[in-house]
């Protein structure tokens, strides 16, 4: 009798997971026909699909765009300097930080917007800024590289809500007004 059970459990696995991969493959047709996923391997798929696991700092440079500070200004070369000496994982939160995502696509043809940096009239001590949905990083006039290194490694370390979103819904301690109760 229980492989009887066991034998109807499985059928029923079976089922579920024939349903899911119809999904994924449904899904995945989306993007790549199916007959040519055969092609590719495991890791090209994977590319394809979720970007490149490397964050590429000449990828980044190739989509700047720099406004009120030219390519050349100290401050961008030690910028550049500085994700350069990160770690993969640091330029990972620092994609994030900047973009809300934690890959950049394989193809540049991809990315429908530029990485904007601005160079902000803050004080020196000041953090770096982000906001995601305009994939925009706003810099103080650091001193020198180690201080802009520092302050964007915090930065990405510890800014991990998009835009604040969390910071906004945790941080809203005024009463809500509400129109059932008179005082």
Known sequence: ??????????????????????????????????????LLT?????????????????????????RDITESHQLIRWFWQSLEEFTNDERVLFLRFVSGRSRLPSNLADISQ??????????INGLPTAQTCFFLLRLPPYTCQAILAERLRYSIHNCTSIDMD?????????????????E
């Open 1 to 38: 009798m229980d492989g009887v059970v066991l034998s109807s459990e499985v059928s029923k696995l079976s089922l579920f997971l024939s349903v899911q991969v119809d999904a994924v493959r449904e899904g995945m047709s989306t993007i790549i026909p199916v007959p040519l996923l055969s």
């Open 42 to 66: 495991a890791q090209q798929l994977e590319q394809l699909v979720c970007g490149l696991p490397e964050v590429s700092v000449e990828m980044l440079k190739k989509l700047v765009r720099y």
């Open 114 to 123: 530029k990485f904007q940096i601005i160079k902000v009239d803050r004080p």
């Open 166 to 182: 969390n910071y906004m819904l945790t941080h809203n301690t005024e009463p809500a007004e509400s129109s059932d109760t008179e």
